[in-house]
């Protein structure tokens, strides 16, 4: 291909390319600016203000109800948006229908996706008849849990009374079996996010919850915190933090294995984290508690370890520069750099032409 050709191709690829991101530029900000418009939109703007909102929220829904889980923020705003005006009550069925056939397509699979759970949260509100009915059909997708969150009861009970090292590891091990056994799958179909609100399962994890935070309280009362005090949400100031930490270093110190017990259960709360907001002096004192205030020996022989290989490589540069300069050799004759075959073509035209002359004189 010819250069001039090639530079032809390249152009057109060049136009194709800026003219892609300039469509992508375009959409992404129309998108943008009907999110911008749909969070602003007030019922009691004048017509002229509403009705370009509320056209361009139709428009929306009527290219994503049907796969709202291509763009669930941007559907969900448009629903806000069509549930204050005054056209819901005449579109509110139409699109009520539309949802019910995208749920049940999607119930039809059998399993409890998050696609299915943006259909569901975008078919309640727009709050048809027959909700319940769908969200036992979704509940039982999980399948029969009882004897899941039974277990789960007992384990919790059992960590709840766990006085000693021994019994307290024991329960801990077996709630966190239980928890992991209640949210696993079941026949291959996993836990939907509904089946976690229903009484048998929330009041299940509910229970497992407390245990774990009577527990913490009860790790905590030698650190400072008292076990049945009431903190409310009082930060804690710059002086109690300063004591806590003094009795964080005493206890880890005197008892190591208290803050192991602690850790373990602030991983299972992280992973189920109670219901409402926590106290802060006692989140605090838990993130005090577990924080190291000496070094574990791992970090300090990788220390050791990264600082012995910095002074072999420094001793080595020291001793290059105490050696100084290779010396020269004086006798050594720089010679310009020829090709031999320069030399052997020079020659021969030489010994040719000395050759050829010839005395007849």
Known sequence: MKARRLILVLQMLALLVVGVLVITAAGGRARANALTSFAAYRASWPDAWRAPVEHRAVEVLARLLTSPDSDPELVRA??????????WAAM?????SQLR????????????????RIAWELFALSQPADLETYRE??????GERASQAEQLRKAADHLRQAPGTDEFDTAMTDLT??????????????????????????DAEQLAQEALSLQRRLLLEPYGVKRDAAYGMMQPD???????????????????????????????????????????????????ALRHHVLPWPAIALGLVVLLVLIGGLARALLRLR????????????????????????????????????DVG
Do not use: C, F, K
């Open 78 to 87: 448009a629903m806000g948006v069509m549930r204050q005006s005054s056209s």
């Open 92 to 96: 509110a069925d139409t699109i009520r």
């Open 101 to 116: 056939g995208v749920l049940d397509a999607y119930l039809m699979t059998g399993d409890g996706s998050p696609r299915v």
């Open 137 to 142: 059909r979704i509940i039982s997708l999980g």
């Open 177 to 202: 079996a239980a928890w992991e056994s209640l949210l696993a799958p079941l026949d291959g179909r996993p836990l939907p996010w509904l089946a976690r609100q229903a009484p048998v399962v929330a």
């Open 238 to 288: 710059p002086g109690m933090i300063e004591w806590l930490d003094a009795q964080a270093r005493t206890v880890n110190a005197n008892e190591p294995g208290r803050r192991e017990r602690l850790e373990r259960i602030d991983d299972l709360l992280h992973d189920h984290p109670l219901d409402g907001d926590e106290e802060p002096v006692v989140l605090v004192a838990t993130r005090i």
């Open 323 to 358: 050696r100084g300069p290779l010396p020269i050799d004086v006798n050594a004759e720089t010679m310009e750099n020829v090709e031999p075959i320069d030399l052997d073509t020079d020659a021969e035209t030489r010994s040719r032409s000395s050759a050829s002359i010839t």
